[in-house]
Nanobody, 128 residues
């Protein structure tokens, strides 16, 4: 069992930056690949970025490449999402999620159905 708690959301102007954190409970955090998804009002949840359990590979949605960076600190049981050059279209509730390391992230990172555990979400609002 893994419990996830996101933090770091807020209101920022376009072009600004935010860093989201996702703190995980449990001793098995290092055996999970982690992902970030987001959901805007009236839209489906969409994939943002994921990182393998080892931290050796990352996968980004085209819409955030070059602007967002995912990282993990297994000593702190935390995964981070650094968001730079934010745009109004980045406004959404951001969720972190965990999937077991045996899931082939290269094939399934984008599929929310592959993630077993989810946080409650944190709101990010980017004003124009």
């Amino acid at each position: 069992q893994v419990q996830l708690v996101e933090s770091g959301g807020g209101l920022v102007q376009a072009g600004g930056s935010l860093r989201l954190s996702c703190a995980a409970s449990g001793r098995t955090f290092s055996t999970y690949a982690m992902g970030w998804f987001r959901q805007a009002p009236g839209k489906e949840r969409e994939f943002v970025v994921a990182i393998t359990w080892s931290g050796g590979s990352t996968y980004y949605a085209d819409s955030v490449k070059g602007r967002f960076t995912i990282s993990r600190d297994d000593a702190k049981n935390t995964v981070y999402l650094q968001m730079n050059s934010l745009k109004p279209e980045d406004t959404a509730v951001y969720y972190c999620a965990a999937t077991p390391k045996y899931v082939t992230l290269r094939l399934h990172a984008f599929d929310p159905g592959r993630y077993d555990y989810w946080g409650q979400g944190t709101q990010v609002t980017v004003s124009s």
